[in-house]
T-cell receptor
Framework: EPEVTQTPSHQVTQMGQEVILRCVPISNHLYFYWYRQILGQKVEFLVSFYNNEISEKSEIFDDQFSVERPDGSNFTLKIRSTKLEDSAMYFC???????????FGPGTRLTVL | KQEVTQIPAALSVPEGENLVLNCSFTDSAIYNLQWFRQDPGKGLTSLLLIQSSQREQTSGRLNASLDKSSGRSTLYIAASQPGDSATYLCACTGNQFYFGTGTSLTVIP
């Protein structure tokens, strides 16, 4: 069964460094999403992406964040200058149709020291 | 802004019991509502999706209902098993996507 994959599973970085989190969505899906979950808190929407552009973003997704689909398979989330409060689990999701079921990857745990 | 709340926050039941998890949302202008399960340290597994025009969806021992006008959804789990132990999340899709706080379920053998 097709699934969303994410790499790395765990990323440790120093405050101020740039990180890129990678996702491979399900191959025939057109809609891509990033979410984060700070330990013990709700899953929070960051951004949705369709047709090579951002379709929606939350107030969390500020200028420090960017997303890209550099080729036909990968979907990346870049954090330019990490802060301690960026430490969280980051989930990628993909969906075949707008407002339809989303399938989540296993997540990348980001730890900012 | 959409607020999604789940009650109870935690639930512990003996194996075999039927149970209901609740999800409420403040803005009824949603496109769909999706239920997920999350195991500790893991990703989210989609359980059921209810489109805004639907009233319920069923999959195996799971049944989810949606009442948009009252801002409520329930997830019914029949004949619970220890393997059902996990955190259950509901999420509403509007222009953005809002998750509830989750219900942590423990099924005792």
């Amino acid at each position: 069964e097709p699934e969303v994959t994410q790499t790395p599973s765990h990323q440790v970085t120093q405050m101020g460094q740039e990180v890129i989190l990678r996702c491979v969505p399900i191959s025939n899906h057109l809609y891509f999403y990033w979410y984060r979950q700070i330990l013990g808190q709700k899953v929070e929407f960051l951004v949705s992406f369709y047709n090579n552009e951002i379709s929606e973003k939350s107030e969390i997704f500020d200028d420090q964040f960017s997303v890209e689909r550099p080729d036909g398979s990968n979907f990346t989330l870049k954090i330019r200058s990490t802060k301690l409060e960026d430490s969280a689990m980051y989930f990628c999701a993909s969906g075949g149709l707008l407002y339809n079921e989303q399938f989540f990857g296993p997540g990348t745990r980001l730890t900012v020291l | 802004k959409q607020e999604v709340t789940q009650i109870p926050a935690a639930l512990s039941v003996p194996e075999g019991e039927n149970l209901v998890l609740n999800c409420s949302f403040t803005d009824s202008a949603i496109y769909n509502l999706q239920w997920f399960r999350q195991d500790p340290g893991k990703g989210l597994t989609s359980l059921l999706l209810i489109q805004s025009s639907q009233r319920e969806q069923t999959s195996g021992r799971l049944n989810a209902s949606l009442d948009k006008s009252s801002g409520r959804s329930t997830l019914y789990i029949a004949a619970s098993q220890p393997g059902d132990s996990a955190t259950y999340l509901c999420a509403c899709t509007g222009n953005q996507f809002y998750f509830g706080t989750g219900t942590s379920l423990t099924v005792i053998p």
